[in-house]
């Protein structure tokens, strides 16, 4: 048992470390491009609207219900067979908007992470297909080889969940980057007026801290400069419709309140509160929600 561990590691070496992989990756990678091309779609299957990773909390769906049947075939072996079968079913058709959402997180990925993905979901695929043909079997009445069919696809499912883990625990992949701002809530000078030109992106470094400027029309809006989704620069970014692109993985975020409009990234951006006084441009923390540009107070 003391080998177990090695044996786990080098498992997970070995895929991170096979550029065949990445053969597959290419294979796929457009289809995925085209499931995910509306803003919409890409922001809902990246978790935007409840603020966090949706793949993640979906997954706990299909592998309760597949468990819990598993459960029932042991523990409930007759009375439970109804019960075993209408699990398996609606783990079936959960399945289908956690690869969604799991799709959409591994296009975001890169390098040893991409490969270890396409395991991951190769195994997650085998599981499903046996869960499907336990439920088939089921159906027909063949429980013993439903329940047989079932348990072959909780063991695939355990092996797409420890790669899953390591993409998330050591990879960090689909892990909010940690974005600093500024501490107090005090006023602070970010630049002159002047250095802002209409829509293009300004980097300013105040207190310490990162913070993109931009000047849209009469307005000027500030918020952090590092991407909530994996650090990336906003200041390098582009500015187009009243968002921001990072450069990165393109995660678009409102000018204006820091919504995200379109993922990889599931949290908002932190944004500040500005002014331009004596034709300077200051910055406070808080919702950007007036934008002072009257005379400097003499």
Known sequence: MSDFPQLLQR???????????????????????RM????????????????????????DIPIGCWTSATVLDVVAWRSGATAARRLLALG???A?????????????SYGESKRIGIVHAASNTVALGFEIASWIARRRGRHVRGAL????????????????????YT????????????????????????????GRPFGVTVDGVRVVLVRRYEDVYALAAVCTH???????????????????????FCLRDG?????????????????????????RRGLAEVIDLSPALV
């Open 259 to 283: 919504a995200v409009f379109r993922g990889p990234a599931a949290s908002s951006e932190p944004v500040y509160a500005t002014r331009i006084r004596a034709g300077l441009v200051e910055i």
């Open 11 to 33: 498992f997970a070496q070995t895929i991170e470390q096979s550029d065949k992989l990445d053969d597959i990756a290419r294979a796929v990678e457009p289809y995925v491009e």
């Open 149 to 168: 069919l079932g348990l072959c696809g909780i063991g695939a499912a355990t092996v797409g969940g420890y790669l899953g883990g390591r993409m998330v």
């Open 230 to 252: 994996a650090g990336g620069p906003l200041d390098r970014g582009e500015v187009h419709n009243g968002v921001i692109q990072c450069p990165w993985h393109g995660s678009e």
């Open 96 to 108: 289908v908007p956690t690869v969604a959402a799991g799709a959409s997180d591994w296009s975001d």
């Open 36 to 59: 995910t091309a509306s803003p919409t779609v890409k922001a809902v299957l990246s978790g935007a609207p409840i603020g966090h990773r949706l793949h993640p909390m979906l997954t």
């Open 92 to 94: 079936i058709v959960s």
């Open 171 to 198: 990879q960090r992949v689909g892990v909010d980057a940690e974005v600093p701002v500024v501490a107090d809530d005090g006023w602070h000078i970010a630049c002159a007026e002047s250095d802002l030109i209409d």
